[in-house]
């Protein structure tokens, strides 16, 4: 438990000290909240009923799948693997200390979005907070389980950055945090139900828990896990 408790603090360490991840996790939502929390509640001013779980999607979205697969791809394209192994630790040490890094780095950020949506633009707090908090909790672990499969399978750590905005992109803008989306055509909307920050966003903005909702995230991150799984015994193998 000890060991853990140290190779948490040290990742946590090493993630602080991570330009991409404070980057990714803080400075770019932070940017995004202040130029699109003014837009969308100046030409749009329902969107203040919905602003903190929108702009909390694109901030948990953005931090998982381009900040979490660089630091993945640093630990299982280089030396440290030789180093874990030659150890004996466990190469899924690092990929679970990583995601709980991640995970505590979100939540943080998720935070500061509830406190300073209300204070600058009016954004309602949403109602049922056993939901908001519920859903947050599940979008930021499926997402951090999607982008944990981009840091493990892409070889070539150049290429881990494409990967990710090819995921980040549709993952937004497809979600309904843009625009409802009812508005995008048909085709568009079912490509949206396969990213989770589209059923993250409606979890969060539902009144209660439904399984229409949570399967969908539960099979994404089922899945995931098990991809995670299989990549790691590859990386053993190499």
Avoid at 28 to 35: E, I, T, Y
């Amino acid at each position: 438990m000890n060991g853990f408790l140290y190779g948490f603090t040290l990742q946590w360490k090493l993630d602080l000290r991570s330009r991409t991840m404070l980057i990714t996790c803080y400075a770019v939502p932070l940017l995004f909240f202040a130029v699109m929390g003014g837009i969308f509640t100046s030409v749009m001013p329902e969107s203040k009923e919905t602003l903190i779980q929108s702009m909390t999607v694109f901030a948990v979205t953005m931090g998982a799948l381009i900040g979490l697969p660089p630091s993945l791809a640093e630990i299982y394209r280089s030396d440290i693997k030789n180093a874990y192994q030659a150890n004996g630790v466990p190469l899924s040490l690092g990929l679970i200390l990583i995601n709980i890094s991640a995970f505590v780095h979100l939540l943080i950020m998720s935070a500061i979005l509830y406190v300073l949506a209300p204070i600058l633009f009016g954004a309602k707090i949403p109602e049922h907070l056993e939901t908001y908090l519920g859903g947050l909790v599940i979008l930021i672990a499926v997402s951090l389980s999607i982008a944990s499969i981009i840091g493990l399978a892409v070889k070539d750590t150049a290429n881990t950055s494409m990967f990710s905005i090819l995921l980040f992109i549709p993952s937004t803008m497809l979600s309904g945090i843009m625009f409802p989306s009812e508005m995008l055509p048909q085709a568009f909307a079912i490509v949206g139900k396969l990213f989770p920050a589209t059923w993250g966003y409606k979890l969060m903005t539902d009144s209660a828990f439904s399984l229409q909702t949570l399967c969908p995230l539960l099979g994404i991150f089922l899945i995931a896990v098990i991809l995670c799984g299989v990549l790691l015994k590859r990386i053993r193998t190499r």
